[in-house]
């Protein structure tokens, strides 16, 4: 059954609203609406229609799924048709939605949910809950999210996640992303800390065959430091301690520029030739194909801590003059900082580079 509520009352209400899929209550739902739409609304001829998509096996809320309404408004000889997809909270809006008619909702993501129906009525705000059957509990899934601050809604880069009783950690990239990669089912704590903000400790739901995203807000702590000088050399993409507390871990190759002055007018990708399991061969055009553990491999690349598109003619073999230290990861080594959003998978490899300008 959908719930209804006036929707002038629901966006300044603070009680909760029961049964709401995520506990989530009436304000934070407002909130989100209120995002969502940003449009002034007629409350005598318009109503919106929102609600969260969610695993019904797990209720791990689904981000991505693709939500359709169709609708036939008075006067019109034929159905509308309107799509939106879900945010990393399942969350999903449509907006001015005309009064009294009924509209038919369902949302695809790998699998196609059954279709609803709801009668619209002016001045409403209509909660409709869609559940889709993705996840088994005998398989692993991907988590990950994003860090924002609460304040000012932009991404919290450096900031330590970890996921408590499976005893991992990882670090946000300069969008605020993170990821664990390939977790097992159940319920987890994760616990966010970042300089100038107030630790946060959230539970998360995985479940297997599923990419389980999150979005966690952060709110800014006042710090009050005592009076200090401090002097360096300012390291904007190439961050050093980030570099030596991976190497720590013991995962991955590390080529670093002592290694890359004893070998004058190489190129990247004859730095690689000496990773264990990897092989650079000259492909078509003068390219680059690079194999790892025998089979051909698409790596994913970063320079400078950013997600890079190689050129498909030049790829890896360009001159590692100006490179400070290269990082190579095979497959499920890469740190959940060099994950790409939107992988079920890890990747073949990960090559991160840094350049010397960023020391």
Request: net charge negative; glycine share 10%; hydrophobic share 45%.
């Amino acid at each position: 059954m959908p719930r209804r509520i006036f929707l002038l009352t629901f966006l300044v209400a603070t009680a909760a609203l029961p049964g709401f899929l995520m506990a989530q209550d009436a304000r934070q739902v407002g909130e989100a609406v209120a995002a969502a739409c940003g449009v002034a609304l007629d409350p005598a001829s318009e109503a919106v229609l929102a609600g969260t998509v969610t695993d019904s096996v797990s209720g791990v809320p689904l981000f991505g799924a693709r939500v359709t309404a169709t609708w036939k408004a008075p006067g019109d000889s034929l159905s509308r048709t309107f799509e939106v997809e879900s945010d990393p909270r399942g969350f999903f809006a449509f907006c001015k939605v005309p009064a009294g008619v009924r509209v038919t909702l369902h949302a695809v993501l790998r699998v196609v949910s059954k279709p609803v129906e709801v009668d619209i009525e002016a001045g409403m705000l209509h909660v409709e809950p869609i559940s889709l059957r993705l996840s088994d509990p005998n398989s692993r899934g991907v988590l990950q999210g994003r860090i924002i601050d609460a304040e000012i809604r932009r991404p919290v880069p450096n900031a330590l996640v970890r996921l408590v009783e499976l005893d991992q950690a990882t670090m946000t990239n300069s969008r605020g992303y993170f990821s664990f990669g390939s977790q097992p089912w159940g319920v987890f704590t994760l616990e966010v800390t970042g300089l100038g903000y107030s630790p946060s400790t959230t539970g998360v739901r995985v479940a297997g065959d599923v990419s389980n995203s999150v979005e966690i807000l952060l709110a800014p702590d006042a710090l009050e430091l005592e009076g200090m000088t401090i002097t360096g050399t300012a390291q904007s993409g190439y961050q050093i301690e980030g570099l030596i507390r991976r190497m720590s871990l013991g995962r991955g190759a590390f080529i670093t520029r002592e290694v890359i002055e004893r070998r004058p007018g190489a190129r990247v990708a004859d730095l690689l030739l000496d990773v264990p399991a990897v092989s650079v061969r000259p492909g078509r055009g003068g390219d680059i194909d690079l194999e790892v553990r025998g089979r051909p491999c698409a790596p994913d690349v970063f320079i400078d801590g950013v997600p890079y598109r190689l050129d498909p003619v030049v790829g890896l073999d360009y001159w590692a003059g100006d490179v400070e230290a290269v990082e190579f990861y095979k497959g499920v080594e890469v740190p959940g900082e060099f994950l790409l959003l939107g992988h079920s998978t890890y990747p073949c490899a990960v090559i991160v580079i840094w350049t010397r300008k960023f020391r």
